[in-house]
């Protein structure tokens, strides 16, 4: 089992960046695909961008690609979304999850999921 804390959310104005951080608990974090979601209020819960194990593999929802960055250091236990060019779409509460087998754009395919962390975009 692992537990997952999401931090680096705040307000920002369109057009800035934030980091966003998802420590994770335990020894086991290499063996865990991991995953970036969101949701906005009245919106369902939307893929962002997912890793692979070793992080040699990425995959980002459109909305977010060139701008968003998903990346992992395994001797930390650390996963990472850089956000750059924020636009007020992406206004939203960010979780990071992590997926036993793969971690793919589905949320059903994640077993241990973060509490989120707000991220608010300005305009």
């Known amino acids: 089992q692992v537990q997952l804390v999401e931090s680096g959310g705040g307000l920002v104005q369109v057009g800035g960046s934030l980091r966003l951080s998802c420590a994770a608990s335990?020894?086991?974090?290499?063996?865990?695909?991991m995953g970036w979601f969101r949701q906005a209020p009245g919106k369902e819960r939307e893929f962002v961008a997912a890793i692979s194990r070793s992080g040699g593999s990425t995959a980002y929802a459109d909305s977010v690609k060139a701008r968003f960055t998903i990346s992992r250091d395994n001797a930390k236990n650390t996963v990472y979304l850089q956000m750059n060019s924020l636009k007020a779409d992406d206004t939203a509460v960010y979780y990071c999850?992590?997926?036993?087998?793969?971690?793919?754009?589905?949320?059903?395919?994640?077993?241990?999921w973060g509490q989120g962390t707000q991220v608010t975009v300005s305009s």
């Open positions: 335990g020894r086991t974090f290499s063996t865990y695909g």
């Open positions: 999850a992590a997926a036993i087998v793969v971690a793919a754009a589905t949320p059903q395919a994640y077993s241990y």
